[in-house]
């Protein structure tokens, strides 16, 4: 099956520093990934979408510039928090949509502790 | 714009008895699929069942099955035999042209 692997797992990092989250789909191409922010106890929010060869459609209230998001070949996309503050701290997924289905498979995510 | 909306922030069931959540959306669509997701304590997303909206027939894995009521926008998730592996956290979603919309969810607890 798709199978999506996103590291790192855990990450701890001062304020004002960056960081970079990676997504790879491992046994599939992938011409969408979806990058989605979760805090405790509430749902999954989508935060921006990238598709291969192209710019990163970010949701409303997501600031571009902090949350860079590059897709750079079909089976890679990544996630930088730059200057990152301790409001950035969440659990971070990432998902990707295999060429030729059409069911989503979900990274393990990123637990993100900014201090 | 298209919405989800699951309105038991918890569940709780008896090992091996049934459970059903509920799923409530609303779109101005006629055409997308509808997916129940299970989070566990782990926190990766396992998709559970998913139906095509122009299917009639109410999609069934194993235990899990749907009552798709696609008039009444209604997509309810019953578990059958439940057992201690299913406690989670349930997450209803829609998807139309692009992305996943999702539920605030509903989270299962399993009683032995």
């Known amino acids: 099956g798709a199978v999506v692997s996103q590291h790192p797992s855990r990450v701890i990092c001062k304020s004002g520093t960056s960081v970079k989250i990676e997504c790879r789909s491992l046994?599939?191409?992938?011409?969408?990934m979806f990058w989605y922010r979760q805090f405790p106890k509430q749902s999954l929010m989508l935060m921006a979408t990238?598709?291969?060869?192209?710019?990163?459609?970010?949701e409303q209230g997501v600031e571009k510039d902090k949350f860079l998001i590059n897709h750079a070949s079909l089976t890679l996309s990544t996630l930088t928090v730059t200057s990152a503050h301790p409001e950035d701290s969440s659990f971070y997924i990432c998902?990707?949509?295999?060429?030729?289905?059409?069911?989503?498979?979900f990274g393990s995510g990123t637990r993100l502790t900014v201090v | 714009a298209q919405t989800v909306t699951q309105s038991q922030p918890e569940m709780s069931v008896q090992e091996a008895e049934t459970v059903t959540l509920s799923c409530t959306y609303d779109?101005?669509?006629?055409?997308?699929?509808l997916f129940w997701y299970k989070q566990p304590p782990s926190r990766q997303m396992i998709l559970v069942i998913r139906?095509?909206?122009?299917?009639?027939q109410n999609a069934t894995e194993n235990r899990f099955s749907v009552n798709f009521q696609k008039a009444a926008k209604s997509f309810s998730l019953k578990i059958s035999d439940s057992q201690l592996g299913d406690a989670a956290m349930y997450f209803c979603?829609?998807?139309?042209?692009?992305?996943?919309?999702f539920g605030k969810g509903t989270k299962l607890s399993v009683k032995p």
């Open positions: 998902s990707a949509r295999p060429r030729a289905l059409g069911g989503y498979t």
């Open positions: 046994d599939f191409q992938a011409t969408t």
């Open positions: 990238s598709n291969e060869g192209s710019k990163a459609t970010y």
């Open positions: 779109t101005s669509e006629s055409d997308y699929y």
């Open positions: 139906q095509e909206a122009y299917k009639q």
């Open positions: 979603a829609y998807r139309s042209q692009g992305n996943l919309i």
